[in-house]
T-cell receptor, first 114, second 112 residues
Framework: AQSVAQPEDQVNVAEGNPLTVKCTYS??????LFWYVQYPNRGLQFLLK??????LVKGSYGFEAEFNKSQTSFHLKKPSALVSDSALYFC????????????FGKGNQVVVIP | DGGITQSPKYLFRKEGQNVTLSCEQN?????MYWYRQDPGQGLRLIYY???????QKGDIAEGYSVSREKKESFPLTVTSAQKNPTAFYLC???????????FGPGTRLTVL
C-alpha cells in the first residue's frame, strides 16, 4: 500500500526566505505525487502534481517541487516565502493501478514570520 | 473549493444519534470520496465511489455508511457505532482518468 511521510510537524521561516516542506513516499511502481494546501476550516486546494516528465514541477502561487526517484522524495519549495503562505501543507501519493485512491501525509504547518 | 458543496459547515450531535453529511458536486465527476481529518493525523479515507450505485470501504469505514444513488451526490452517515465521531469531514471528487482530487469546504462535526 502506498504511504507518505512528512517528517516535520511545523516549519518556521522568515518572510522573504526560502521555504522547503519535506515529503518522502512509498509506493509500488512509479508514483503520482501531489501537494495540497489547506487554510483554517477550509477544504484542500491543489498546488501541483508530478505525473511524468521533468522532475521539477511548477505549480500555483510560485511553488515548485522536485521529484527524486532515488531518494523517493517530493519536497515542496518556494524561493521567497510570504506571510500569506502560512497554512497546512499536505503531500499525497497514489499508485498507477487505476483506483484513484490517494494516501496523504499527516501535514506540515508552515508559519511565515513577518 | 470548486464545484463541490458540503453542508452544513458546522454540525452538532448528541451522543447516540445518527447524522448525515451532505456532499454535492456539479463537476460531472465520476468518483467521489469521504475523508476524515484529525489534528496531527492528516486525512484518512472513509469510503469512496467510482460509479453510481457502487462504493468501497476505505481505511476507517467502521461506524460510517454511504450511498451513491446519483452521480452528483455522495452523502455520508455517521452512525452511533462510530466511537469518536468528532472531526472535520472532507468530501472530494475526481474525473476517472484524471489525477488530482477536488475538495469541498468541509463539515466540522462535534458530538456533545
Amino acid at each position: 500500500a502506498q504511504s507518505v511521510a512528512q517528517p516535520e510537524d511545523q516549519v518556521n521561516v522568515a518572510e522573504g526566505n526560502p521555504l522547503t516542506v519535506k515529503c518522502t513516499y512509498s509506493v509500488s511502481g512509479n508514483p503520482y505525487l501531489f501537494w495540497y494546501v489547506q487554510y483554517p476550516n477550509r477544504g484542500l486546494q491543489f498546488l501541483l502534481k508530478y505525473i511524468t516528465g521533468d522532475n521539477l514541477v511548477k505549480g500555483s502561487y510560485g511553488f515548485e517541487a522536485e521529484f527524486n526517484k532515488s531518494q523517493t522524495s517530493f519536497h515542496l519549495k518556494k524561493p521567497s516565502a510570504l506571510v500569506s503562505d502560512s497554512a497546512l501543507y499536505f503531500c499525497a501519493v497514489r499508485d498507477r493501478d487505476g483506483n484513484n485512491r490517494l494516501a496523504f501525509g499527516k501535514g506540515n504547518q508552515v508559519v511565515v514570520i513577518p | 473549493d470548486g464545484g463541490i458543496t458540503q453542508s452544513p459547515k458546522y454540525l452538532f450531535r448528541k451522543e447516540g444519534q445518527n447524522v448525515t453529511l451532505s456532499c454535492e458536486q456539479n463537476l460531472n465527476h465520476d468518483a467521489m470520496y469521504w475523508y476524515r481529518q484529525d489534528p496531527g493525523q492528516g486525512l484518512r479515507l472513509i469510503y469512496y465511489s467510482q460509479i453510481v450505485n457502487d462504493f468501497q470501504k476505505g481505511d476507517i469505514a467502521e461506524g460510517y455508511s454511504v450511498s451513491r444513488e446519483k452521480k452528483e451526490s455522495f452523502p455520508l452517515t455517521v452512525t452511533s457505532a462510530q466511537k469518536n465521531p468528532t472531526a472535520f469531514y472532507l468530501c472530494a471528487s475526481t474525473r476517472l482518468g484524471s489525477n488530482e482530487q477536488f475538495f469541498g469546504p468541509g463539515t466540522r462535526l462535534t458530538v456533545l
